[in-house]
């Protein structure tokens, strides 16, 4: 019996999901991988390999999401690993973004995933085995970053929903992992990627100042490597006992543990207040 795995990978034509393919690919895995467009998604991909199969989905449409699922499995038997990865970023200010702006990110970001998991919960407990890779952000931990509290907010949405996933899968022999990178040297902070409000408000200086240094300073000298960062998931998957938690990029780390000492000071300085309210 063959050893390898059979991946589903969304927003697979560019970023970490590009990279997932030639590394499964090159690894021996088979590789269904999905995107808006199927030819963008060929021609990123540039291969005709008999494990790949490429597919054209619409994440926010859940029909179409289980079309995807059903040709995967059609195609190689089953499905092993899931890789929740199609998302954007959205820069504005919270009283600058529209309800229509706001609820697009979440329904791609969030309402995607969620679309992706239901559809494949079904194979995977039936199997009694599977890993679904849920891709969040640092800004999913802290949201201290001004001009990109929705989008920290759909990554906050991911990390709530994956930590009771987490739980709910295990006793069917399911994996759960939510992955918090931090800046990765992708394309994700490209106009194609990353969308800006429609009516930008002259009150909000910081926010501007901050959109410009991630469009104009950042973007093209992120620290994290994405090619490390997809192996590193990659190794994750072969791990007996895989953590909830993957934080991806020494900034990542580094973010984290000050969002965990904040917390801990904030624990301690109201403390009194907090464990006054009870009977």
Not at 4 to 11: E, L
Not at 17 to 34: H, M, R, S
Not at 66 to 76: M, V
Not at 172 to 187: A, D, E, K
């Amino acid at each position: 019996m063959s050893n390898n795995k059979t991946w589903f990978i969304t927003g697979a034509s560019k970023g970490f999901g590009l990279l997932f393919i030639q590394q499964l690919l090159e690894k021996g895995d088979n590789v269904a991988a999905t995107s808006r467009s199927i030819s963008q998604l060929k021609d990123a991909a540039a291969t005709e390999h008999k494990n790949f199969l490429p597919l054209e989905m619409q994440i926010t449409d859940e029909q179409s999401v289980a079309n995807a699922i059903d040709a995967t499995i059609s195609k190689f038997g089953r499905i092993d690993n899931v890789v929740n990865n199609a998302g954007y970023g959205v820069v504005g200010a919270i009283e600058e973004l529209s309800d229509d702006e706001s609820r697009q990110n979440f329904d791609v970001n969030v309402f995607g995933s969620l679309n992706v998991i239901r559809q494949v919960l079904p194979h995977l407990r039936k199997q009694g085995s599977g890993h679904i890779f849920n891709i969040s952000s640092i800004g999913g931990l802290t949201g201290s970053f001004p001009g990109f509290g929705i989008y920290c907010a759909t990554k906050f949405a991911v990390a709530g929903f994956t930590e009771a996933l987490s739980v709910e899968a295990k006793p069917f022999g399911i994996n759960v992992t939510l992955v918090l990178p931090g800046y990765f040297r992708t394309n994700f902070l490209e106009s194609d990627s990353l969308s800006v409000s429609k009516n930008p408000m002259a009150e909000y200086k910081d926010v501007r100042a901050v959109q410009e240094v991630h469009q104009q300073q950042i973007n093209g000298n992120q620290p994290g490597d994405p090619v490390k960062g997809v192996a590193a998931m990659i190794k994750i998957a072969e791990t007996e006992n895989p953590p909830l938690y993957l934080f991806l990029g020494t900034d990542s780390v580094a973010m984290a543990e000050q969002k965990t000492a904040f917390l801990q000071n904030e624990i301690e300085a109201w403390r009194g207040v907090s464990e006054s309210t009870d009977f």
